[in-house]
Nanobody, 124 residues
Framework: QVQLVESGGASVQAGGSLRLSCAAS????????LAWFRQAPGKEREGVAK???????RYADSVKGRFTISKDYDKNVLYLQMNSLKPEDSAIYYC??????????????????WGQGTQVTVSS
């Protein structure tokens, strides 16, 4: 079992920055594939960024160059640094984990463990 707890969500103005954190505990042993997803009101959940256990990363086109995913392997914490935020980035952000795939493709179905989410609101 894996437990994921997100934090760091807040309300910011457009152009601002936030860093989200996701503390992972349980049977990960630093071999989990991890990702950030988001869901805005009335929209489907979408992948934002992922980092596999071997370090392979992928970003959604809408956040490339603005968001950075990283992981502190000692603390077992996943981060999402979000810069140049836009109102369209407003959503609930979820951390997700997968333990058994060799490679994930930033798809919701690739991940079996989910956090409770943290709200990010960007005002214009």
């Amino acid at each position: 079992q894996v437990q994921l707890v997100e934090s760091g969500g807040a309300s910011v103005q457009a152009g601002g920055s936030l860093r989200l954190s996701c503390a992972a505990s349980g049977s990960t042993d630093n071999r989990a594939n991890l990702a950030w997803f988001r869901q805005a009101p009335g929209k489907e959940r979408e992948g934002v960024a992922k980092i596999d256990a071997d370090g392979d990363m992928r970003y959604a086109d809408s956040v490339k160059g603005r968001f950075t995913i990283s992981k502190d392997y000692d603390k077992n914490v996943l981060y999402l640094q979000m810069n140049s935020l836009k109102p369209e980035d407003s959503a609930i952000y979820y951390c997700a984990a997968n333990l058994w795939r060799w490679r994930t493709l930033l798809r919701e179905g690739d991940f079996e463990y989910w956090g409770q989410g943290t709200q990010v609101t960007v005002s214009s």
